[in-house]
């Protein structure tokens, strides 16, 4: 985690991208289509708990600072599921 550093919290979409291609190319395999519909369940999941998580400390707060995970569920939140 990064909270000491002054960089965006939540991934963007090309980040999660760029990390499931170089995880693939290490691993030697590319995910199966099975395999990329539950990794992109997951992060989708990690990024709305993650927004539930931010809205619990800030609950009047009605425009979400970039880099967040709010900021990013309301944006690209369905785009995930199609990682």
């Known amino acids: 985690m990064t909270w000491n550093l002054?960089?965006?919290?939540?991934?963007?979409?090309d980040e999660a991208r760029a990390f499931i291609a170089e995880y693939e190319a290490a691993r030697?395999?590319?995910?199966t289509k099975a395999e990329?519909?539950?990794l992109a369940a997951?992060?989708?999941?990690a990024i709305a708990y993650s927004a539930r998580c931010e809205?619990?400390?800030?609950?009047d707060e009605e425009q979400y600072?970039?880099?967040s995970y709010r900021e990013l569920l309301t944006?690209?939140?369905e785009a995930f599921l199609r990682l």
């Open 42 to 45: 997951a992060a989708t999941y």
């Open 75 to 77: 944006r690209d939140g």
């Open 55 to 59: 809205n619990c400390l800030a609950l």
């Open 65 to 67: 600072p970039a880099g």
């Open 6 to 13: 002054d960089v965006p919290i939540a991934p963007t979409r």
């Open 28 to 31: 030697g395999a590319s995910f």
């Open 36 to 38: 990329r519909a539950m």
